[in-house]
């Protein structure tokens, strides 16, 4: 076979690849999106919709998901033990969920995206409980303004040492993304995510029925891995800029963190935190690992009290 030749067919075989992605790809969207529609309602801000939850009455309570995630994950154990003596307003972050991306992927410009739809809600002054990534962007409103009490579960706060994980190496620039994550959407199959999950919630377990609620097909949309990435490898660089002005926030903070953290490590975050800000109170929860919400939700709703009263 010529060279030319070889390179024609190999132009063919990725080309037919490449069509193939797509179609299995937009195939596994469909049934997503069939299996888990919208739950609940939709605000527009500049545009962009923000998908949301709200549910019981009281004082307002905002609560913002982590990373490759939605609202779901926080209505599973945590929203409905709140509702006797909250309002509590769940959202999807931008480009999660089924809330529309932004332009902008930053911490800060999520926060305002979020901050001005609930504020169509009536919501102004609320309590805001951010779990793992969006702990980062509670962090984010609150030095932005406007937050009552922060509550951080597990929560990204400073600038740590070494790299992330492979997945988001790989996509950390267009071209990985433009190749990797529609293999990913395409192929990946649900062993691999319930491993992922049981690595999430190390060393506890993941709770019956948890990956069928949480709607992990929704998580593997492509637009939905695209905007994840984009935002979880910003993170660092984010955090560093944010650091220094952390001594500023004189709001009450509830930090609660496991010591088995390794997703997000309590030595590297909450710890070097508490430390920082003048008015917080860490909890350590001895042998829990990165979703308290899940496996120790008692203490996360005493830390949510507690905010409410402080």
Do not use: C
Request: no cysteine; glycine share 8%; hydrophobic share 45%.
């Amino acid at each position: 076979m010529t060279s030319k030749r070889l390179a024609a067919s190999l132009i063919i075989a990725i080309a037919a690849l490449a069509g193939f992605t797509h179609w299995r790809a937009s195939v596994r969207e469909t049934a997503a999106e069939a299996a888990y529609p919208p739950s609940g309602q939709f605000v527009t801000v500049d545009g962009r919709r923000l998908h949301y939850e709200m549910k019981g009455e009281g004082p307002d309570l905002v609560l913002i998901h982590g990373a490759s995630g939605s609202l779901r994950d926080l209505t599973f154990s945590l929203r409905d033990r709140l509702t006797d003596r909250y309002r509590v307003i769940v959202v999807d972050r931008p480009g999660l969920g089924h809330s529309d991306p932004l332009d902008d992927t930053s911490l800060l410009a999520q926060a305002r995206f979020i901050k001005e739809g609930v504020a169509q809600l009536g919501v102004t002054d609320p309590i805001v409980l951010g779990q793992s990534y969006g702990g980062a962007v509670a962090l984010a409103w609150a030095l932005d303004g406007g937050p009552k009490a922060l509550v951080l579960v597990a929560s990204p706060s400073m600038p740590w040492p070494g790299k992330l994980d492979i997945w988001y190496r790989a996509t950390s620039n267009p071209v990985g993304r433009a190749v990797v994550v529609p293999l990913a959407s395409a192929f990946v199959p649900d062993s691999y995510v319930r491993s992922a999950i049981d690595a999430v919630f190390a060393p506890d377990p993941v709770p019956p029925g948890y990956d069928d609620f949480l709607g992990t097909p929704l998580t593997l949309r492509r637009a939905t891995l695209a905007a994840n990435v984009t935002q979880v490898n910003a993170l660092r660089a984010e955090l560093v800029t944010m650091e220094p002005r952390y001594p500023s926030l004189t709001l009450p903070v509830e930090l609660v963190h496991g010591s088995a953290d390794t997703i997000v490590p309590l030595q590297i975050h909450s710890q070097p935190l508490s430390n920082l800000l003048p008015n917080a109170v860490l909890t350590v929860i001895p042998g829990a690992g990165h979703m308290p919400h899940h496996a120790h939700v008692d203490q996360v709703i005493e830390a949510i009290d507690r905010a409410a009263l402080r």
